[in-house]
């Protein structure tokens, strides 16, 4: 039980930097376009 949820946990991380990674390409994006 401990090992899977560590295992969850840490698929939910990678998800939240992917997630916040592609925020940050779409806010740069947006900010060139504003440029």
Same mark, same amino acid.
């Given at each position: ?10 698929? &939910? ?8 990674? &592609? ?13």
């Amino acid at each position: 039980m401990i090992r899977t949820l560590r295992i969850r946990i840490q698929e &939910v991380n990678n998800r939240l930097r992917n997630g916040s990674l &592609v925020l940050r390409e779409i806010f740069a994006e947006q900010m060139l376009m504003k440029m």
